[in-house]
């Protein structure tokens, strides 16, 4: 354990990203339906994939696993290929992406960006940027239903003419992220950890409205409701439990004590970087307590464990190198769960259809996300943590309306919003936890 302790934080992480990818191909493998593995992989990614699609329910148990660890196979590649260093961003991308590549991300949807992000590379001179290859797939289900249905409101398969459309629409997001990307921390102000989900979904907006709206074309359905039921808590818990709980073995045995972990918790402000400020193994600490926390809250609320909510695991765990913690994430999920049960009884009061219960898949995917607004309990305290969450809880379902249900990051681009409704008002207004434990001296 010391050698992989004093390795630096770029080797650390490209080995902890090894890491993840070969548990989710051994579990591929331990899989009950490991038989039908490769032939649930094509079925994955020969079938459109907005969200949100099950691929339990598409290809399977291990078929999914599988495509989950060789996406993350594919990002290290590039990693090594390209010699780019890893650090707290490249966690976040690398994570998410593993997370959407359990209901959205495939090994087929995400070449198209990704050269796209690689011809921005090579027109400016710039040294390959794999952080943004990853943040890229965002809109992989607008690429996947280009290529096997656009546009017929159901699959006719692979085409020329959809291979075409969706090359041109992967180019067109992957050069012009990395201009978005330098761009959106100036909207959210650095309290939106997600922060690559505002240009990828004002892309996905604008190809919405150009490939469908006004081409006349009709947006296809989302997924019957009835894929969403299949679903094994059983798979879930076991890989993820084994898997966290590895991590905080690892951690341990590196030399991370609680208490060292303890700074992380009650920390004034903000940790941009857990691994670059703390170390590697606060960091891989982190992954382990604050993994099997999420997974704690999905149970506690009665989650549907469909591939959907297995993948947001994951999504929520992304920012685990960025800052989030479940010091500063409890008081976000405090925010749904009120504002859920509060909106209830409204809602009986005026005669309303209720459907945003606390574990309804929506929210559930939406909590995942609200997790992005951690900054603001770490700056502002318990207290406004738990408003953002209420007000990402109002918001986040109305945002698909805007991309058709094309873009990944509809939940983090929320959070971007209510930093642009919330952040002013705090910062005009109230004082952060830092002065005010300034003022009290």
């Known amino acids: 354990m010391k050698k992989i302790k004093n390795r630096s934080e770029s080797s650390f992480l490209k080995l902890f990203f090894g890491f993840l990818s070969t548990c989710f191909i051994i579990a591929a493998v331990c899989m ?28 399977g148990y291990a078929a999914t696993f599988l495509n989950i660890g060789l996406v993350g ?9 390209f010699k780019a260093d890893a650090n707290n961003v490249s966690t976040f991308g690398f994570i998410l992406t593993i ?9 087929l949807n995400i070449w198209t960006p990704i050269l796209g992000v690689a011809l921005y590379c090579l027109v400016k001179k710039e040294k390959m940027n794999v952080n943004a290859m990853m943040f890229s797939t965002g ?3 607008l690429i996947s239903d280009l290529l096997v249905r656009y546009p017929n409101a159901e699959a006719v398969g692979f085409n020329l003419p959809g291979l075409l459309v969706a090359l041109l629409a992967g180019l067109f997001i992957g050069f012009l992220l990395p201009a978005g990307l330098a761009h959106a921390p100036a909207v959210h102000k650095g309290f939106d950890l997600y922060s690559a989900a505002v240009p990828i979904c004002f892309f996905a907006f604008f190809l919405n409205a150009t490939l469908y709206k006004t081409m006349g074309v009709d947006l296809p359905a989302a997924p019957a409701a009835e894929t969403l039921q299949v679903a094994s808590q059983s798979i879930v818990n076991i890989f993820c439990i084994v898997l966290f709980g590895l991590c905080v073995v690892f951690a341990l045995a590196m030399g991370c004590s609680l208490k060292d972990y303890w700074k992380l918790l009650t920390a004034d402000d903000h940790v941009a970087s857990i691994s670059g400020k703390l170390g590697t193994p606060v960091f891989l600490m982190n992954v382990g307590i604050y993994g099997l926390f999420i ?9 549907t464990f469909n591939s959907i909510t ?9 920012c685990c190198n960025s800052g989030s913690h479940p010091g500063n994430v409890w008081p976000i999920m405090v925010g749904y769960v009120l504002t859920s ?9 005026a005669g309303g259809s209720y459907a945003m219960t606390i574990n309804a898949q929506a929210i559930c995917v939406g909590l995942c996300f609200a997790n992005g607004l951690s900054p603001v309990a770490s700056k502002y305290g318990w207290f406004w943590g738990i408003v953002a969450g209420g007000m990402h809880f ?4 109305s945002v698909p309306n805007m991309h058709g249900g094309y873009c990944l990051y509809n939940g983090g681009f929320t959070a971007a919003v209510i930093c642009v409704i919330l952040v002013p008002v705090l910062e005009k207004f109230f004082k952060t936890k830092s002065e005010r434990k300034a003022l009290k001296k």
Do not use: H
């Open 32 to 59: 009950p339906d490991r038989a039908d593995m490769f032939s649930g992989l094509w079925q994955i990614i020969s079938s459109p994939a907005k969200i949100s699609t099950n691929d339990f329910a598409v290809g």
């Open 73 to 81: 196979l594919i990002y290290l590649a590039l990693f090594q290929i």
């Open 99 to 107: 997370g959407f590549s359990a209901w959205g991300i495939n090994i």
């Open 139 to 141: 809109i992989a289900p």
């Open 295 to 303: 997974l704690a809250y999905y149970n506690a609320i009665g989650a």
């Open 310 to 318: 297995f993948g947001i695991i994951f999504c929520m765990l992304c």
């Open 341 to 349: 049960t509060i909106f209830g009884w409204l809602s009986q009061l």
């Open 394 to 397: 109002l918001l986040v379902t």
